[in-house]
C-alpha cells in the first residue's frame, strides 16, 4: 500500500506533470486530469483505459475497482 504523500509524489515524477484542487479533492494533470486523491488521503482515482482498469481490477481486485460513474464503466479515454 502506498499513503498520500507517496502516492503525490509518484503522480508529480511524470514528466510535466501538475497538482491542481478539483472539488474536493487534488487533481494530478499533464494536460487531462489523470488522477485525483481523496481530501483524507485515504483513495484516489487513476484513469485507466478501459483495458488497463480491467487488468487491474482482475489482478489486484483488493487495490482497484471501478467506480461507479461514467468512467467506472467505460474507463478513461486519452
Known sequence: MSDSATFTRIALSLP?????????????KVKRTFATLAADGRSANIKFTPDEQELKCMVA??????????????????
Do not use: L, M, Q, T
Request: without cysteine; proline residues 10%; charged residues 25%.
Open 16 to 28: 510535466g506533470a501538475i497538482s491542481a484542487p478539483h472539488f474536493d479533492r487534488v487533481a494530478f
Open 61 to 78: 481486485p483488493e487495490v482497484f475497482r471501478a467506480i461507479d460513474n461514467g468512467w467506472g464503466v467505460k474507463g478513461g479515454r486519452p
